[in-house]
């Protein structure tokens, strides 16, 4: 059975920090390009940043410079470092696996941003 599970969600005040992490089991994580997507209320899903099965990154501009994305293959984890949280980073972020004809979800994570 593919699962993504996200976790380290929360409430962070403007100017803070979370670590957002999304473990994937079921399938083989490291020929998979890895996706952090967010919603945020009212709006539709957003990319937001890859990592690609070599570890390449890339990310929306909004973000650049403010989250990090890595990848650990041996524990087939994602992550999202999120820096310098600013209110309009609030939304339910998303774990994306993306391999050719296969794309799997995770069940999301919410994070807000408010003081």
């Known amino acids: 059975e593919v699962k993504l599970v996200e976790s380290g969600g929360g409430l962070v005040q403007p100017g803070g920090s979370l670590t957002l992490s999304c473990a994937a089991s079921?399938?083989?994580?490291?020929?998979?390009?890895m996706n952090w997507v967010r919603q945020a209320p009212g709006k539709g899903p957003v990319w937001i940043s890859t990592?690609?099965?070599?570890?390449?990154?890339f990310y929306i501009e909004s973000v650049k410079g403010r989250f990090t994305i890595s990848r650990d293959n041996a524990k087939n984890t994602v992550y999202l470092q999120m820096n310098s949280l600013k209110p309009e980073d609030t939304a339910v972020y998303y774990c994306?696996?993306?391999?050719?004809?296969?794309?799997?979800w995770g069940q999301g994570t919410q994070v807000t941003v408010s003081s």
């Open positions: 079921g399938f083989n994580f490291g020929s998979y390009d």
């Open positions: 994306n696996a993306d391999h050719s004809i296969f794309n799997y």
């Open positions: 990592i690609d099965t070599s570890s390449r990154t």
